[in-house]
């Protein structure tokens, strides 16, 4: 055991950290990670999202081993010397697993900030500037009218954005299903064909326009799959059909390109969701790499981080879409609407329906109302974790790497999953 890191300062008042760790749970399937931080002082804790789903055996050790023991004696005030301390401790710095264990210390100090203020915690961050988040979900299905169907649905539920997603051949298209065995002269018969994709997603949001109408905002997400020269393609391929925003068009190794794509795309460009470093994120913003910025909160490094990206938004006319399916959880969704409705840059917030299972091991679970998440009122985050139940859904290992393995060409080549 480590000895107390004490601050080089006096704090006005007998109150430490005592306990740091991390609770993993699967309501959904999906690993969650959230980091518990207690308090000297009875029943004060901060709940934080550190889920990083695809490793979090390395987030929960990061937190117990690493992170969580050298915290344990600082006052839980100390939110930026303590984020900084996290960051520069291990001196290899970001990346997913280090940069989640740091989000979930973060966003635990931020919750019990607003607990000792009796104040939720977009009150601390300045109060709101709008009275909900809108949100989009995601409409899948193995045909361009399944798909339609399924948007219609959430429509008439009171969504106003739409992600549209329409499988086809093999293993489909990301985000919705396939027909297995679909190329079946070729080496790997369950493959994924870029040439099929863009041709065929164009076609798709050529009959949304037809059947949904021109109100409604369609959004979509390439994953990561294309090249630049293929992004601006589908992107002006794209244009009649007023896209709210393209997702994700190229894979982060080519992110020096984004600034030329989003220059030669007429529409939106939203990007983000894989960088793991805080400046890698502010340079995306600050070169003009992306519409929208959609960095998953957790993998940059938590609330305050986010905090920085927001100014920086404002100040260059970029709009923030916040990562923000299954693998959040209802704390890091929490977060995410604090950050929505403080500030002028909100675009729009992913939304994900959470399970019964969840609502059960996360009491305070946000819940959209026609398509808007509102922030909780109560002190904090609002949202709480129930143990026991979270015990009763183990984490399943290697979930991710198991599909990821299986996203390749129709000649056999892995691709981005």
Known sequence: ???????????????????????????????????????????????????FTQRFHAVAAAVDR??????IGRHPADIEDINRLVHLSSYWRNGPVLNNALSGVDQ?????????????????????????????????????????????????????HVRLQTGGPGLGTYGAPGTPGGYPLSPYPDGWDVNRYLAVTPRLFEQARSVL?????????????????????LA???EPYRLFFLEDVVAPEHYDRLPWVVSESPVPIAVGEQLSS?????????????DLLRVHVS???????CRKLVALCELNGVRTAWHGPGDVSPVGVAANIALDVTTSAFGI?????????????????????????????????????????????????????????????????????
Request: aromatic letters at 6%; a negative charge; proline letters at 8%.
């Open 349 to 417: 917030q992913e939304g994900h329906v959470y399970n019964d299972a969840t609502h059960e091991v996360f009491p305070g679970t946000p819940i959209a109302v026609n398509g808007y998440l509102y922030p909780s009122d109560a002190p904090g985050w609002g949202v709480d974790v129930a143990e026991e139940e979270a015990a009763k859904y183990p984490p399943e290992t290697h979930l991710h790497e198991r599909w990821a393995a299986r996203v390749r060409r129709p000649d056999g080549g892995l691709e981005a999953p």
């Open 278 to 290: 805080l400046t890698d994120a502010a340079r995306l913003v600050q070169t003009h790499g992306t």
């Open 236 to 238: 002006r391929a794209l």
């Open 299 to 305: 993998t940059v490094g938590g609330l305050s981080a």
């Open 66 to 71: 690493h992170v969580g023991p050298m915290l």
């Open 108 to 160: 635990a100090l931020w919750d019990i900030a607003g607990k000792r203020a009796g104040m939720p915690v977009y009150e601390l961050l300045g109060g709101r500037v709008r009275a909900a988040a809108d949100t989009y979900l995601h409409a899948a299905g193995p045909t361009i009218p399944e798909t339609l169907e399924h948007a219609s649905s959430l429509i008439e539920d009171g969504y106003r």
């Open 213 to 233: 109408g021109d109100e409604v905002e369609l959004l979509h997400d390439v994953h990561s799959r294309l090249t630049p020269k293929q992004a601006v393609v």
């Open 1 to 51: 055991m480590m000895e107390e890191t004490q601050a080089p300062w006096q704090a006005r008042e007998k109150l430490s950290i005592t306990s740091v760790r991390a609770i993993v749970t699967a309501p959904e399937g999906t690993p969650l990670v959230v980091v518990r931080v207690d308090t000297s002082e009875p029943g004060l804790y901060g709940l934080g999202c550190a889920t």
